[in-house]
């Protein structure tokens, strides 16, 4: 029985244990942005995509050993882990890059329409029929977005603008990752095996861009290179499996009501670590953008009763 199937029997409500956890857990996906942005100071971007998913691979990998999860089992997900990896590796690539020309909180605030674009693909491809709560919910994000792009004031250089387009681009890739694994066997893979196929293939993805990027270092030096372990020691391969832990016993929609706090804290620690400008504009985009998650994650009246 994978890790999908044996939560949708054992998911309770959210209890004060697991809303700590995704405090935590919202804080660690925030503050990773400011990493991102620390680590390009020392390593070009693609470096830093590569490292970061090899290095967080080995250790999901040495976790699922040691768990005893199986892996190799022939269970058709091969096709679309490999698909999942290949939108999953430019999603990265994109972050990084990205951050090269905009701020974290900029770019954190674009990576974050994710849900909006994940409930269209839904729509259009899954059959899940959008309500007219989730369209006002869609509608909010869009103005949050429009005010990020019309803020010129935190715009932190001239190509923050091409750095902005790139982040939303990642969203998007974000959301296309995650309908391919609720539209195919992935949706019934146990969680590690299908981060595996995400690091694993993303590595290998970004691995033939690296010439592109100029030279691996730009400057070596102890704080980018602490960064870029953050990300993939902590962020990546603890907080990603603490998450599939919590999925797979507390019920999604009470976890996913937490989700607007992960923009809120890129765009805070992005201020309070590097100093980036604040703006009423980012603020009030901020609002808008986490008004429409909370009504897009909604639960339904007759399931929040049931």
Not at 62 to 70: A, K, T
Not at 81 to 100: P, Q, S
Not at 228 to 247: G, H, M, P, R, S
């Amino acid at each position: 029985m994978s890790a999908a199937q044996a939560g949708v029997r054992s998911r309770a409500a959210v209890d004060a244990f697991a809303a700590a956890i995704m405090l935590l857990l919202t804080f660690s996906w925030g503050l990773n942005g400011v990493a991102a942005k620390l680590a390009n100071q020392g390593f070009n971007p693609i470096f830093v995509s590569v490292v970061r998913a090899t290095l967080a691979a080995v250790l999901v990998f040495l976790w699922c050993r040691w768990r005893g999860i199986q892996l190799f089992n022939r269970d058709g997900t091969l096709l679309p882990g490999i698909a999942a990896g290949v939108l999953f590796g430019v999603e990265f690539v994109l972050i990084f890059v990205g951050l090269d020309y905009t701020s974290v909180a900029r770019s954190a605030l674009m990576v974050n329409t994710m849900p909006f674009w994940a409930l269209i693909g839904a729509h259009f491809l899954l059959g899940e029929r959008m309500s007219a709560t989730k369209v006002a919910g869609l509608a909010l994000a869009f103005l949050g977005v429009v005010l990020v792009f019309s803020d010129q004031l935190s715009v932190p250089g001239p190509d923050a603008l091409f750095g902005d387009v790139l982040s939303m681009g990642a969203g998007l890739l974000w959301a296309a990752t995650t309908i391919v694994i609720r539209r195919t066997r992935l949706a019934d893979a146990g969680a590690e095996k299908v981060l595996l196929y995400q690091l694993v293939v993303g590595a290998l993805i970004a691995l033939p861009l690296l010439p592109l990027a100029g030279p691996p270092v730009r400057e070596f030096a102890l704080v980018p290179t602490a960064a870029l372990l953050f990300q993939a020691v902590y962020v990546v391969a603890f907080t990603y499996v603490l998450w599939f832990w919590l999925v797979t016993r507390y019920a999604a929609a009470g976890l996913s009501s937490f989700t607007f706090l992960t923009p809120a804290f890129g765009v805070l620690c992005g201020s309070l670590f590097l100093g980036e400008p604040l703006t009423p504009r980012i603020f009030l985009a901020l609002a808008l953008i986490a008004a429409g998650l909370t009504v897009v994650n909604r639960p339904p009246r007759a399931a929040a009763r049931s």
